[in-house]
Nanobody
């Protein structure tokens, strides 16, 4: 098992940047592919980004491609999401998630462990 705790959310203006962090504890962090998802009340959880166990491979949703960057430091058990050129439509609760399968997924159902979420609000 792994426990995940997100931080770094907040209220920013459109065009600003934020960096989210996710700290993992428990089972070896490097044994999990990791993902970021976001959710607006009343909507389904939406895929944002994912990164492989080694950190060498990542993928993004079309809506954040080119603006967001996912990274991980397995020596520090941390996952990050650098969010640049934020837009009001990026407003959501952001979750990190861990998947112990070999290949990462863009589907929330594939992830076994979730953090509690951190709120990101982007004003226009």
């Amino acid at each position: 098992q792994v426990q995940l705790v997100e931080s770094g959310g907040g209220l920013v203006q459109a065009g600003d940047s934020l960096r989210l962090s996710c700290v993992a504890s428990g089972r070896a962090f490097s044994s999990y592919a990791m993902g970021w998802f976001r959710q607006v009340p009343g909507n389904e959880r939406e895929f944002v980004a994912a990164i492989s166990r080694s950190g060498q491979t990542s993928t993004y949703s079309d809506s954040v491609q080119g603006r967001f960057t996912v990274s991980r430091d397995n020596s520090k058990n941390t996952l990050a999401l650098q969010m640049n050129r934020l837009k009001p439509e990026d407003t959501a609760v952001y979750y990190c998630a861990a998947d112990d399968r070999l290949v990462f997924s863009t589907k929330s159902a594939a992830y076994d462990y979730w953090g509690q979420g951190t709120q990101v609000t982007v004003s226009s």
